[in-house]
Antibody, heavy 120, light 111 residues
Framework: QMQFQESGPGLVKPSQTLSLTCAVS??????????WTWIRQHPEKGLEWIGH???????SYSPSLKSRVSISQDTTKNQFSLRLSSVTAADTAVYYC????????????WGQGAMVTVSS | QSVLTQPPSVSGAPGQRVTISCAGS?????????VHWYQQLPDTAPRLLIF???YRPSRVPDRFSGSKSGTSASLAITGLQAEDEADYYC???????????FGTGTKVTVL
């Protein structure tokens, strides 16, 4: 069974860049037919789709974050990453990585989440 | 930003049936995109509960069921149990945003 583990700094200063990595075990992200996704959840709030990268390397981002976000993948390390620039306190959230079968458009496997706080 | 609207909370006694609505629009549910549901237990990641409007992963009890009609969808829980106390989210695709959208979330309380 595929498993995901998010990692990265838990504290980021305002105006800096948030960087997170999702390490994948149990199968290869080179497997066709999936998108590798980042989702976040603000404290005591709902879920927000950030964007995804598919097995061909094509990306899609939320319009509200598009100017600041970048998602990439490293197939040699079997991981994919999130970069969010110019962060503010409003970016404080739990960040999840997840898998979406392209024929399903749902998120069937999730990581446990990584809490990131933006504060000086 | 949530474009799918859910009631903030629903509650029921053990054994009762509760339903959660998910209201969308012509650019998401009404455009024919499927609706999926997630359960989030306290301090855990969400997990897929219902996919493609009505289908359950094999590990999900048949007490959970989903439906879709027009621009909205619903999740029903029959025979409510204490372990069902959690937050529930609907999710679909929105063609005006060209991406996935989630519902506002509903907290289910077992009385």
């Amino acid at each position: 069974q595929m498993q995901f583990q998010e990692s990265g700094p838990g504290l980021v200063k305002p105006s800096q860049t948030l960087s997170l990595t999702c390490a994948v075990s149990g199968d290869s992200i080179n497997t066709g037919g999936f998108s590798w996704t980042w989702i976040r959840q603000h404290p005591e709030k709902g879920l927000e789709w950030i964007g995804h990268i598919n097995y061909l390397g094509a990306t899609s981002y939320s319009p509200s974050l598009k100017s600041r976000v970048s998602i990439s993948q490293d197939t040699t390390k079997n991981q994919f990453s999130l970069r969010l620039s110019s962060v503010t306190a409003a970016d404080t959230a739990v960040y999840y990585c997840a898998r979406s079968p392209v024929v399903l458009l749902a998120f069937d496997i999730w990581g446990q989440g990584a809490m990131v706080t933006v504060s000086s | 930003q949530s474009v799918l609207t859910q009631p903030p909370s629903v509650s029921g006694a053990p054994g009762q049936r509760v339903t959660i609505s998910c209201a969308g629009s012509s650019s998401n549910i009404g455009a024919g995109y499927d609706v999926h549901w997630y359960q989030q237990l306290p301090d855990t990641a969400p997990r897929l509960l219902i996919f493609d409007n009505t289908y359950r992963p094999s590990r999900v009890p048949d007490r959970f069921s989903g439906s879709k009609s027009g621009t909205s969808a619903s999740l029903a829980i029959t025979g409510l149990q204490a372990e069902d106390e959690a937050d529930y989210y609907c999710q679909s695709y929105d063609n005006s945003l060209s991406g996935s959208v989630f519902g506002t979330g509903t907290k289910v309380t077992v009385l």
